[in-house]
């Protein structure tokens, strides 16, 4: 098979004094810049290079949706402001969808038929003893009289309802609205593209269309000429250090390859101290959650400390690697994407951390036949509601964050903004004011909508309380952008993937035995028992009618239909039906998630990897 | 994104137009009377007056070239800055504009100056010679070391975001 190269070149004839001479010049061509290194020439040829990302902004396309208010920020800060607050407002409604779900699914049946629950033996302490609203908030869905509420999942514990007409399975009903939560998450999340506005920004799109004659304002105008300042600048330093490092002589460079593994150990080494210490909080949360009756200040830190241990790394950790990031010397380019790169895997794997340390004080792992969970499966004695407390964790979670943005958004940011204007001094004015840097603010909104994913299957109110937080987040954002901030200078580009979480999520819920004591599933083996166990109750008509419409004789006209529909997310719902039946499928996914070394890995990931990453990706529309 | 009312009439503009100075236009063109408006009002303007190019564009829309425009110039230019512009139009004047010595070529001291103007004055030299030797290198197709009207055009195809930055509202 013939390689192809590309080369585009205008000729021409140039007259001159002593008669003419050809030249030729190169338009375009697919090899990279050739530097020449002992006399020797090298030539790389580049594929795909319709497409450099130098020039990129965080963007965040919605299908549908009227952003009246953030069209003003749009045109002053730049489009990467616009999707955040496009972002922040479809989770919002993402979230109080989810509740209306919930509610009317799970909420207001269990409300309705209150009066037949059988009271168990789920011994709850004391109701809370002072009156104030920062109680009522922080500690009282903790030990007090709102740990056995609505708020957690505890409180569902109907399970039959006798002489009555009609039979509502409350616990097929939780499982099933938990199920429809995440798949509509997941189906929202297929709208929603995570692209990126790339050009081709060479130097001369730069200086020719770089400037944005609707630009009002002298500040909107200081900043735009600031962003293509830098990008003028980074372009020109990349082309530098790509000539540096072809210079560098072979010494320099093995200490630089040498400093730079060192570096990434350090970086890991730090991630991994923030690791180990919301590990060895979290147990000592835990295991005090007894003694930390009072509600004094005392009483707050030793419940809140996995939280602020996690809010704390999430904010030193990415501090440190950038100062890591001088030292290695990378491409601006690449600096940008690792220090991203960083930040993610910092915030998502410390969420795993914290489950995986419950789960592993649930199960008394790695002692599982020993101590307290011999009996049950689980440590009964410190938990008797496993999946309460669990939900109790994420809600401690979602509340400290909502009170760290509040707290920042006025000790922090206002009293900033008063001084830099009032006080002219150097360094005051060096530090200058906020800058709204969109980046690690999406990864914030990110982090916290999958703390609250993690969280409903056990705290069935936490879409809604999530909704409030965000709202309260977007007011908050929103004055602080106009009234504190100036914008980033710096374009980022990321992406967001957060698929992995709900297979942890699925995990937990199936290899833990539900509660004894409390909750819906008290009677079941394990929470998804309960829909085959419903599925085998369904009349025969009902269940053969079931497993025609997803085998494959209705599949395939359906996906011929889905075809002409033209809808991407359509097509990839058909293909499952085509490789499987998709009750069958998801039967397999959740089996196989129980039994995860009989099923092998490479299944669920395969199947959860091609699917939904592949196919139900969503390309950016314009 | 709200009510986003660009298609202006030309009566819109020509109330624009003599708002700037009411004692010197008057209300009646019919007999299309003589009325240049002076740069300095020109350039007051609050969609001009934060725009580093401002003085070239009036100048490029101005009869005389020193901008001092009468009520058709100012429709011109507001016409060619506007959504309905042709992408050709448009690049035919973005090449005006950036043309400061008027010699229908970008050479590299016109360059420089835009340049300057783009990023306010704080680039190095070394660094202002650098982007515009790389400029020239990557437009110049008929490689005489200036850029055309057509290798201006040729680039502009290229650039999708063209038409919506060359772009002013009233």
């Known amino acids: 098979m013939h390689r192809v190269y590309y080369r585009v070149h205008t000729t021409g004839h140039k007259e001159e004094e002593g008669g003419g001479h050809l030249w030729e010049k190169t338009v375009w061509t697919d090899e990279t810049e050739t530097y020449q290194n002992d006399g020797k020439k090298k030539v790389w040829r580049r594929r795909k290079t319709g497409h450099v990302w130098r020039q990129t902004t965080l963007s965040v396309t919605h299908g549908g949706g009227n952003v009246a208010c953030t069209g003003i920020a749009a045109r002053n800060f730049g489009g990467g402001v616009q999707s955040y607050f496009v972002f922040l407002r479809f989770l919002v409604v993402l979230n109080f969808v989810s509740f209306f779900l919930i509610a009317g699914f799970v909420l207001i049946p269990t409300f309705c038929l209150l009066e037949e629950i059988a009271q168990f033996s789920c011994f709850y302490s004391q109701p809370a003893k002072c009156n104030c609203i920062l109680s009522w908030i922080f500690f009282s869905p903790l030990q007090g009289f709102m740990e056995y509420s609505y708020l957690f999942y505890g409180y569902y514990n109907i399970t039959e309802m006798p002489n009555r007409d009609f039979f509502y399975n409350i616990p097929l009903a939780y499982i099933l609205t938990a199920v429809f939560y995440f798949a509509f998450c997941l189906i929202s999340r297929v709208a929603v593209a995570t692209g990126s506005s790339t050009g081709v920004s060479s130097y001369s799109m730069i200086v020719f269309t770089g400037w944005d004659y609707s630009c009002l304002g002298d500040r909107a105008t200081k900043l735009k000429q600031k962003n293509i300042l830098y990008q003028l600048q980074v372009d020109l330093e990349e082309e530098s250090r790509k000539r540096h490092k072809a210079d560098l002589s072979t010494s320099k460079k093995v200490i630089l390859y040498s400093l730079r593994v060192l570096m990434t150990f350090l970086s890991l080494g730090f991630i991994g101290g923030a690791f180990y210490g919301i590990y060895v909080t979290t147990q000592f949360s835990q295991v005090n959650d007894n003694r930390a009756d009072e509600q004094g200040i005392l009483g707050f830190i030793i419940q809140y400390l996995p939280s602020m241990v996690i809010t704390a790394g999430n904010f030193v950790v990415p501090l440190l690697c950038d100062k890591i990031a001088l030292v290695e010397q990378y491409f601006p380019s690449t600096t940008i994407i690792l220090a991203l790169l960083r930040a993610v895997f910092l915030r998502l794997v410390s969420l795993g951390v914290l489950l995986y340390t419950l789960w592993s004080q649930i199960t008394c792992y790695p002692n599982e036949l020993k101590g307290n969970c011999t009996l049950c499966g689980y440590n009964y004695k410190e938990f008797q509601c496993w999946e309460t407390r669990v939900g109790q964790e994420m809600y401690k979670l979602t509340m400290f964050d909502l009170l760290i943005t509040v707290a920042v958004f006025l000790l922090v940011e206002f009293p900033r903004r008063l001084v830099v204007d009032n006080c002219s001094c150097k360094p005051v004015q060096w530090v200058g004011r906020q800058e709204f840097v969109v980046p690690s603010n999406v990864l914030g909104l990110v982090y916290g909508q999958t703390v609250v994913w993690v969280g409903a299957l056990f705290c069935p109110l936490l879409p809604a309380i999530n909704t409030l937080k965000f709202v309260i987040l977007f007011y908050c954002k929103k004055i602080t952008l106009f009234q504190n901030c100036r914008p980033a200078l710096r374009t980022f580009r990321s992406t967001t993937s957060t698929f992995f979480f709900l297979v942890v999520l699925l995990k937990l819920a199936v290899l833990i035995r539900p509660s004894y004591g409390c909750g819906p599933f008290h009677s079941s083996s394990t929470m998804w028992s309960t829909v085959p166990d419903s599925f085998n109750n369904l009349s025969n008509v009902t269940q053969e009618f079931l497993f025609f419409v997803g085998s494959q004789a209705f599949s395939i006209p359906l996906f011929a239909l889905a075809m002409c529909v033209n809808s991407q997310y359509a097509i990839c719902v058909m293909m499952t039906c085509i490789l499987n039946s998709p009750y069958c499928a998801f039967h397999g996914v959740i089996l196989c998630l129980s039994s995860p070394w009989q099923c092998g890995d490479v299944l669920c990931r395969s199947f959860s990897n091609c699917l939904w990453e592949k196919h139900c990706t969503a390309k950016s529309s314009a | ?170």
């Open chain 2, 1 to 170: 994104m709200g009510n986003k009312q660009t298609i202006f009439t030309a009566q819109q503009l020509f109330h624009r137009y003599r708002d700037l100075a009411p004692q010197l236009v008057p209300l009646d063109y019919t007999n299309h009377p003589d009325v240049k408006l002076p740069y300095e009002l020109i350039g007051s303007m609050p969609e001009l007056k934060d725009n580093p190019f401002r003085q070239r564009i009036a100048e490029v829309f101005s009869e005389d070239g020193e901008g001092n425009m009468t009520l058709d110039d100012f429709l011109d230019m507001f016409s060619v800055l506007s959504e309905m512009a042709p992408r050709d139009l448009k690049a035919y004047y973005a090449f005006k504009i950036y043309d400061f010595n008027n010699d229908d070529f970008i050479c590299k001291s016109d360059l420089e100056k835009t340049l300057n103007k783009l990023t306010r004055n704080e680039l190095t030299e070394d660094e202002v010679r650098m982007v515009c030797e790389k400029v020239i290198d990557e437009a110049d197709l008929d490689n005489d070391g200036r850029l055309s009207l057509e290798d201006f055009q040729h680039m502009i195809v290229r650039a999708p975001d063209f038409l919506s930055t060359f772009h002013i509202r009233i």
